[in-house]
């Protein structure tokens, strides 16, 4: 292997472990955030309020669309992530409701 090669086989390495890293806070962070949208589920549930927030989530997609550009992602990468999450939460929401 020469010089560079094993240069770029080592910066390889380092941003997979840094990818791999990333990857568990990802995880790590939606199961944080699980949590309290069911806790949020449970208490609407609770409430005989409805399952979707349609305002909430508006407010949502903007704020996060916002920081999305803020962070230089792409912002309608952003919004497909953000409405697969809320897709999520409302499913969960309505099976408390059952």
């Known amino acids: 292997m020469t010089d560079a090669a094993a240069r770029a086989a080592a910066l390889l390495k380092d941003h997979r472990e840094s990818i791999d890293r990333l990857d568990a806070i990802l995880v790590f962070t939606l199961a944080e955030r699980f949590k309290h949208t069911q806790a949020v589920g449970r208490l609407k549930a609770e409430h005989a309020l409805p399952p979707s927030d349609p305002a ?20 309608e990468f952003a919004r497909k992530f953000l409405n697969f999450i809320i897709s999520e939460v409302i499913r969960h929401h309505e099976t408390f409701q059952k």
């Open 56 to 75: 909430r989530e508006a407010r949502q997609i903007d704020r996060l669309q916002r920081l999305s550009e803020e962070a230089d992602l792409d912002p």
